[in-house]
């Protein structure tokens, strides 16, 4: 249904740091810059843009939130965990998340602020 998702950075450099660590665990590569302002991140084609607002204002995402599937809870673990390390900000810790059945996640922000999570439904 989407070809792509986009996310402001503040500072493309601390995103990307944070985001290569974060996402590494889940199989997500980063893939090259496109131009100066943005950078592509995906499995085999671009999925994922983090980039400087094409309007020049501050990135906003209030009330969004950017989850990534996980192959397993130790995935999950290893993305909170890098993205913590990166430059990231615990917004929910790894574990089970009572809303859906068998559902394992966490939740982090990354330098500008945006949510973002990882979630796996694997029985524990």
Not at 53 to 78: E, I, R, W, Y
Not at 94 to 102: A, E, M, Q, T, V
């Amino acid at each position: 249904m989407f070809s792509h998702t986009c996310l402001g950075a503040n500072d493309l450099s601390v995103s990307t740091k944070f985001y290569d660590a974060a996402l590494a665990p889940l199989g997500v590569k980063n893939l090259g810059p496109m131009g100066d302002n943005i950078m592509l991140y995906g499995k085999e084609k671009p999925a994922l843009l983090v980039l400087y607002p094409g309007d020049g204002q501050a990135p906003s995402s209030n009330g969004v939130t950017l989850g990534f599937a996980a192959a397993s809870h130790a995935d999950v673990d290893a993305f909170h965990a890098a993205g913590l390390a990166a430059g990231g900000t615990d917004a929910g810790a790894p574990g089970p998340r009572g809303h859906l059945p068998d559902a394992y996640a966490a939740y982090l922000r990354d330098p500008a602020g945006n949510k973002v999570c990882a979630y796996n439904f694997d029985p524990a």
